[in-house]
């Protein structure tokens, strides 16, 4: 998710987009057309016979390389993309566009690091790469306990931004009303993820997609045109409009003193080193049919996530320029809101129930692949490899992951209800700097390097895992802190509201040291046929 | 675990292809070691010395600003230029392997994860 940023939307404002009787059941209508025809058109494509782990949790791999690309672009992309990256910059300028770039930088590292050789070497989950050539059971349990973790944080911080989308989108100000908006949603995905599986998360996710992609360059385009089809208007106009003047592109307005600089340090590497260990962002790599499609597919994704960056920029900006910054601020503190002020300001009812609409359908998409991975994590690697030593039925393995996606969504669900009015922007930067520090060091080091063993595997899950969590519960962003989770307590003794800074280096620490100290495996797991596989990019492939 | 027979992989031409993708496989690890420091670097640097990244090179344009147009465009060139390189370097390599894989009969190969 550009996942990137912390829906959890802190929507504080007064200002409703939508008046509360028409705008309200246009918004309605709209998504509730996108979501029967999504559903139409899953059923419609069914031909599937039987019980199939493949087509539950791959799709069949079928897809061809841009679809998936603009799939997986659909599945990274949270609401925080589309709302909050454009809010960020229009209030920070300069600190903003540098916050948004990290998360698109990172598709670098999956498309030459991961990508291909994860393709060749897993079936459907991290732990079934792992165990291509360490010892099953443990890094089956280890990985999919942490899948699960990342699932959670993810899942809550999704589900909690549609109960804040509810106010200002839907003009439902009541906590009854905002909770209803989650359980709805959750209880959508759960009803998408258990009778179409990886089929119909595709198509909620590449539709999803293309909306996205059309409302961005619709208000690029708006902006542009505004200023005349030349940026350096748009830039200079920006800067008048900030109250900052030059200042506002520069850094410092947001990251200003040293704890808050460490802290933008410590986000963006686990912004840019965390994609590329994200359990739905790796699942998606495997549902093509070859590493060269995982490939391309990897290639557009990155591509789309640049692309999006500049639209980012260019509405950011462009909402500064037009409704200047103090009219932004005064509406939400959080700059949330500022892409529905920006189309409100364009005068397009059509176009402000369509951004309404993406703004759910997004949320919709991505908590569908989420929960589907959580469920693939539960039933194949913790049921399926670890509980039935891999001898589990297709038939059983697919209704257990059925009922996790049950179990796994009613616990989000459940969870966000309870996190409604708590500040957890913190989570979505807690399950990227989770994915960097655990994941991230266990597939590169069992990828691409010899000594590797399962000692290292389990050190480096668990080492990443729990320094994460550790600081994080010790950071300002649980206690000490007004705008903390829990904001009576004190016992932050962590500065910084993320740990990648630390965590990351200590996971790679911990899988090297491991692994060199490895008294059963002394020279390293049998690395011949994983390296052959990851260099030649051979296997896996749809027979 | 399961062994397989990897007697296949001492004989030469597949030492010798194997060799060609280790070299290949480095030096495309080796740009998105580039890419991701140079993205911490321009974090680092508007952290460190604002005063640097502040200055201005063209009207509305400053050092940072420039960097950041430049990571980006960087960042899409990298992308557009590994698909090529991989096509051109890797995917020769890797077919060729898997012809002489399919030469020596081994089927350990052919598809499927480990049981």
Redesign the interface.
């Known amino acids: 998710m550009n996942a990137q940023r912390a829906l959890p939307l802190h929507i504080d404002g007064p200002f409703t987009y939508a008046s509360p009787s028409n705008d309200n059941s246009s918004v309605f209508i709209v998504f509730s057309v996108f979501v029967m025809l999504t559903l139409l058109f899953s059923l419609i494509g069914n031909n599937s016979d039987g019980p199939d782990l493949d087509e539950f949790y791959a799709g069949s791999r079928r897809l061809p390389p841009f679809v998936n690309g603009l799939v997986l672009f659909g599945s990274y992309m949270s609401a925080a993309a589309l709302l909050g990256n454009p809010g960020l910059i229009s209030l920070s300028g ?2 903003g ?2 916050y948004t ?2 998360p ?6 999956v ?3 991961v990508a ?1 050789p994860y393709r060749s ?3 459907f989950t991290i732990g ?1 790469s792992l ?2 050539r360490l ?2 059971r443990p890094v089956h349990l280890v990985a999919g306990f942490t899948t699960l973790v990342i699932s959670l944080l993810y899942l809550t911080a999704q589900l909690v931004g549609a109960g804040a989308l509810a106010a200002p989108v839907l003009g439902f100000d009541s906590p009854f009303a905002q909770r209803g908006i989650v359980a709805s949603l959750g209880l959508l995905m759960i009803l998408f993820v258990v009778f179409g599986g990886m089929r119909v998360t595709t198509l909620l996710q590449g539709v999803k997609a293309v909306l996205l992609l059309a409302v961005g360059v619709t208000l690029g385009i708006a902006v542009l045109w505004r200023f005349g089809w030349n940026p ?1 208007e748009l ?2 106009s920006s ?1 008048r409009q900030s109250g900052f003047g ?2 506002f ?4 307005i947001k ?1 200003a003193d040293r704890t808050s ?2 802290d ?2 410590s986000l ?2 686990a912004f ?2 965390g994609a590329a260990g994200l359990p739905h962002v790796l699942m998606r790599i495997t549902t093509v049919d070859s590493s ?1 499609n995982a ?2 597919s990897v ?1 557009w994704t ?2 789309l996530n ?1 692309f999006f ?2 639209l980012a920029i260019l509405i950011g900006l462009g909402a500064t320029a037009l409704l200047g910054r103090d009219v932004i601020v005064a509406d939400a503190s959080s700059g949330n809101t500022t892409v529905f002020l920006l189309t409100g300001s364009l005068k397009s009812a059509a176009l402000l129930t369509l951004v309404s609409c993406v703004a759910f359908a997004t949320i919709l998409a991505v908590v569908a692949g989420i929960t589907l991975t959580a469920a693939c994590a539960l039933a194949h690697d913790i049921y399926g490899q670890v509980i039935m030593h ?1 001898r589990a039925s297709s038939q059983s393995e697919l209704l257990i992951a059925r009922l996790s996606v049950g179990l796994i969504g009613v616990a989000a669900i459940t969870l966000s209800m309870y996190a409604q009015h708590l500040n957890i922007s913190f989570l979505v930067g807690l399950a990227f700097a989770i994915s960097a520090s655990a994941i991230l060091p266990t597939i590169l080091y069992n990828l ?1 390097w010899k000594r590797f063993t399962t000692q290292g595997a389990v050190w480096s899950m668990c080492g990443g895992l729990g320094t994460a969590v550790v600081l994080v519960v010790l950071s300002p962003s649980v206690s000490g802190d007004p705008a903390a989770l829990l904001p009576n307590v004190d016992f932050a003794i962590f500065p910084l509201r993320n740990p990648g800074l630390i965590s990351i280096p200590i996971g790679f620490l911990l899988g090297w040291v491991a692994s060199v100290y490895d008294r059963r495996d002394p020279t390293g797991c ?1 690395y ?2 994983t ?3 990851v ?9 | ?1 399961q ?2 027979d ?1 007697s296949w ?1 001492a004989s030469q031409p597949s030492r010798s ?2 060799k060609t ?2 070299t290949a ?1 480095k030096r ?2 080796r ?2 070691a580039t ?2 420091g140079a ?2 670097s ?3 640097l ?3 010395v ?1 005063g640097i ?2 200055h201005p090179i063209v009207d ?1 344009f ?1 050092v ?2 420039f960097l ?1 147009l430049m ?2 465009g960087f ?2 060139c ?3 230029w ?2 090529r390189y ?1 096509k051109k370097r ?2 020769p ?2 077919l060729r ?2 012809a002489e ?1 399919k030469q020596r009969g081994d089927t ?8």
Not at chain 1, 249 to 252: A, D, N, S, T
Not at chain 2, 108 to 115: D, F, I, K, L, N
């Open positions: 300069y600190d566009i540098v770039l990290a698109a930088i990172s598709w670098v590292v498309l030459i690091l291909e070497t897993s079936r079934d165990a291509y010892r099953p350096l830039i200079n800067m030059e200042s592109l520069r850094p410092g990251y600089k460490l933008l340090i963006q590497l840019s080193l060269r490939r391309s290639q990155g591509l640049l960056c500049v891999g691409w049998d011949r046929e390296e052959v596989r260099l030649a990019g051979i296997g896996n492939t749809r027979s | 675990m062994q397989y990897h992989l292809t194997l993708l280790r496989r495309s690890s740009v998105a890419v991701i993205q911490l321009t974090v680092v508007a952290a460190e604002p990244m502040s509305p400053n940072g600003l950041i990571q980006i960042t899409a990298v992308i557009i590994y698909g991989a890797l995917d390599a890797s392997f898997a894989l350990t190969h052919s598809g499927g994860a480990r049981p």
